[in-house]
């Protein structure tokens, strides 16, 4: 048996343990054989010691996170309970992770997660950065807040934000309306994340003023983007052209996001992403910079975490299993092509 005593001076109870203890509830469910109780200041665990031990490691990272003025919602308690470890990817409020940027209502706008500290960071020495990842780790989110900062602090004078309007299953000749109309659902992501950094007045001017621009990337072409802070989000549903003719636009005194999910490429199936060969042929260019964000760093519904893991294991699996089929076939090839010179001239006749 094992008695453990957490004291939580200076947390919050309610942040920590949810309104009639409903995230404490969750702890005492996930570990029913041990007693859990809350008195004051201290929470007392009483059990078998391993699962004390582990009930004080989840215990001691939902503190954590109420400690760094981050929110413990019931799905990242769920989450720390069913074996993540979100405690580890996310971000001490210290001084090293101050405000990007300050958005509606004054609403403190941070990065939540280790990767997303280095996405800043790498874009502030660095005029083109790639930022690569799955859905849902803040990739766009922390684009646009770097560059609402940027037109904020009047390093640029005008924020483009573009995305190819690639149709991922459907068809946008069926939707309704002009060609504004069928293109704005493609750029619906980016307006979300400018709701977030403006007044609904300020940003109403700033669209209509054209200082801040959203547009489809074949608006592009032609243009010189200069003393401007771009952001090019789906890159990975760019052909090698456009995402060369994009690139190309960049003026002097421009500064460019470029982000991508590879493993969401809705191209052609034998059309090759335009961002993967990027990736590649610009990887040595000095001023340059990529960031890999990973699931880890997802910060939506604590469930994306595990469907973009279990899509990648899947992916994996595919993967290995395609190249043990290509092995086998050439060592079929190899075998067959040793047997033939093996025969003699007379059985070749």
């Keep these: ?119 800043i960071d790498v874009a502030l020495q660095n005029d083109i950065v790639f930022a690569i990842g799955p859905a849902g780790t803040g990739k766009t989110y922390t684009a646009v807040a770097l560059a609402t900062r940027a037109l904020k602090e009047r390093l640029v004078k005008k924020i483009i934000l573009t995305r190819p ?57 032609g243009r010189t983007l200069d003393h401007a802070f771009v952001i090019l989000d789906e890159a990975q549903n760019t052909t090698s052209s456009q995402l060369k003719m994009f690139l190309t636009r960049l003026g002097p005194n421009a500064k460019c996001i470029i982000t991508g999910d590879l493993s969401q490429i809705d191209l052609p199936r034998n059309q090759r992403s335009g961002l993967v060969i990027a990736l590649d042929l610009l990887r040595d260019i000095e001023g340059i910079g990529r960031v890999n964000l990973s699931a880890d760093d997802v910060v939506r519904h604590r469930l994306v975490k595990q469907i973009i893991r279990a899509y990648d294991a899947d992916s994996e699996r595919k993967k290995a299993e395609k190249e043990a089929e290509k092995k086998a076939r050439k060592e079929k090839y190899d075998n067959g092509l040793l047997e033939a010179q093996l025969k003699s001239p007379k059985d070749n006749e």
């Design 165 to 221: 309007a690639v149709e991922a299953g459907e068809s946008l000749g069926f939707l309704p309306g002009d060609l504004k109309d069928k293109v704005d659902p493609y750029l619906r992501p980016l307006y979300d994340a400018l709701d977030d950094m403006f007044p609904r007045e300020k940003l109403d001017y700033f669209m209509t003023t054209r200082v801040i621009e959203v547009a489809p990337l074949a608006y592009m072409r």
């Design 1 to 119: 048996m094992s008695d453990i005593i957490l004291t939580i001076n200076g947390v919050d109870p309610v942040a920590l343990q949810g309104e009639n203890n409903s995230k404490l509830n969750l702890l005492k469910e996930a570990y029913p054989t041990i007693k859990i109780v809350s008195r004051g200041d201290n929470i007392k665990i009483s059990g078998e010691k391993k699962y004390t031990q582990r009930a004080k490691a989840a215990l001691e990272a939902m503190i954590r996170i109420v400690q760094n003025n981050q929110e413990l919602t019931v799905h990242l308690v769920k989450d720390i309970l069913q074996g993540g470890t979100p405690h580890e990817h996310l971000l001490a409020n210290d001084n090293s992770n101050s405000a990007i940027v300050y958005g509606r209502n004054g609403k403190p706008i941070k990065a939540k997660t280790v990767n997303q500290k280095k996405l």
